[in-house]
């Protein structure tokens, strides 16, 4: 099946400092990207809608300054946390669908002191 | 606003049982519903991937259903191994390019 990647897998950063997540489609084109979110023993949140060539759609409750989503190219998206805080904390993972179903990045551990 | 929810919450069986997990989603209009296992910690691995127009599909020990009209799927693990241990998590999708909506999820716990 078509595969996503993501990188990195795993972060540690200090409060205050960005971080950069990328999002990428390596054997098929994605117009539209997906952002989840999930908290220690809690399931997966949709955060946002990554739409290449337009902005993206935040679901309620999530913080687009905080939040810069960059749909570059039709196989790559980057999830940007501006000046991240220890609740941010957290694991990230972003899907690309096709026309028979959705695949999945195996995810990114930020961990922010 | 389509709600998916998961039944039980946590499940801890001994080794060699036989299992089903349960799925139930509010809006009936989907695309498609999957089946994912997540070992702690990691990501998301898809088990079964059942479209709108079928009934059930079946991987080895696995067999999941989907009963569209009511709102339900069933995940059917046979013979259990303490490898099956992990959370399972069930997911619909209203069309082919939408977002996933995500169940609780399943703790499962296979005791040797």
């Known amino acids: 099946g078509a595969v996503v990647s993501q990188h990195p897998s795993r972060v540690i950063c200090k409060s205050g400092t960005s971080v950069k997540i990328e999002c990428r489609s390596l054997?098929?084109?994605?117009?539209?990207m997906f952002w989840y979110r999930q908290f220690p023993k809690k399931s997966l949140m949709l955060m946002a809608t990554?739409?290449?060539?337009?902005?993206?759609?935040?679901e309620q409750g999530v913080e687009k300054d905080k939040f810069l989503i960059n749909h570059a190219s039709l196989t790559l998206s980057t999830l940007t946390v501006t000046s991240a805080h220890p609740e941010d904390s957290s694991f990230y993972i972003c899907?690309?669908?096709?026309?028979?179903?959705?695949?999945f990045g195996p995810g990114t551990r930020l961990t922010v002191l | 606003k389509q709600e998916v929810t998961q039944i039980p919450a946590a499940l801890s069986v001994p080794e060699g049982e036989n299992l089903v997990l349960n799925c139930s989603f509010t809006?009936?209009?989907?695309?498609?519903l999957q089946w994912f296992r997540q070992d702690p910690g990691k990501g998301l691995t898809s088990l079964l991937l059942?479209?709108?127009?079928?009934r059930e599909q079946t991987s080895g020990r696995l067999n999941a259903s989907l009963d569209k009209s009511s709102g339900r799927s069933t995940l059917y693990i046979a013979a259990s191994q303490p490898g099956d241990s992990a959370t399972y998590l069930c997911?619909?999708?209203?069309?082919?390019?939408?977002?996933?909506?995500f169940g609780p999820g399943t703790s499962l716990s296979v005791i040797p």
């Open positions: 899907s690309a669908p096709t026309s028979s179903e959705q695949f």
């Open positions: 059942i479209q709108s127009s079928q």
């Open positions: 990554s739409n290449e060539g337009s902005k993206a759609t935040y």
């Open positions: 054997d098929f084109q994605a117009t539209t």
């Open positions: 997911a619909v999708v209203k069309t082919s390019y939408d977002k996933v909506i």
């Open positions: 809006d009936s209009a989907i695309y498609n």
